[in-house]
């Protein structure tokens, strides 16, 4: 069995070496993770300047890039053989609703799935990450990865999974939630008097709604949502059919010209 883990929140953080801890009874676990924090990096790829691999310790690979870039390179690369799952986390804070599509450690977990990979995709909701909280979102990691491996996952689909931080109560199988976005930019002087900018310092909050992976994180449960990566919203297509675009002729003149 071989594995492969990565993070966003870089190859030294306590959620990588929890979880790597956890794993170790399973086989060969290979670590190759973003040298230092990339956080809220999404699903970006290195695409014009070089990137470098440094084997710390034996399997345990720090890259200069973000998260998709290392589990494309581990993939595509470093590893001489197709790992059996990746499994991206624990990461610092939970990644659940819409806060998804800016997530390192969920975009790894997708990159996984386009090369063909099982993967899941692991966060520690809250904001007080201590070790047991860790520990114990390693304990549950290693449970569904176990299951995973065991049953597979359907076609293109990666799991999401969020774990609250104090003693769980059980899973909840549960859909993609709500967030309420505060959109607060504070503004600001540097020493110099000239003007800079904060973003993400808004107070979170997320619609209560039963079945969400919020809700179930709030009432102490871990939260497991499967993900595919087909963004296309099927109903609208159907209210877009009313609109007789493909029967409309493209209107290509040139605007403000007489004719
Ligand atoms: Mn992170």
Known sequence: MLILLTNDDGIHSAGLQALAGQLQSFGRIVTVAPDRERSAIGHALTLHAPLRAEEITKDHWAVSGTPTDAVSLAIGGLLKEKPDLVISGINKGGNMGDDLTYSGTVAAAMEATLMG????????????????????????????????????????????????????????????????????????????????????????????????????VQHGYVSVTPLHLDLTNYAAMERLRQWQLEASPLDLDDAGSSS
Do not use: C, M
């Open 117 to 216: 990979v099982p993967a899941i995709a692991v966060s520690l909701a809250g904001q007080s990450f201590k070790f047991d909280d860790f520990a114990n979102a390693a304990k549950i990691a290693k449970q569904l990865a176990a299951t995973v491996l065991e049953h597979g996952l359907p076609a293109d689909t990666f799991l999401n999974i969020n774990v609250p931080d104090r003693k769980p109560l059980g899973i909840r199988l549960t859909r993609q939630g709500k967030r309420i976005y505060e959109d607060v930019v504070v503004e600001n002087r540097d020493p110099r008097g000239r003007s800079y900018y904060w973003l993400g310092t808004g107070n979170l909050d997320f619609q209560n709604l039963e079945g969400t992976d919020f809700h179930a």
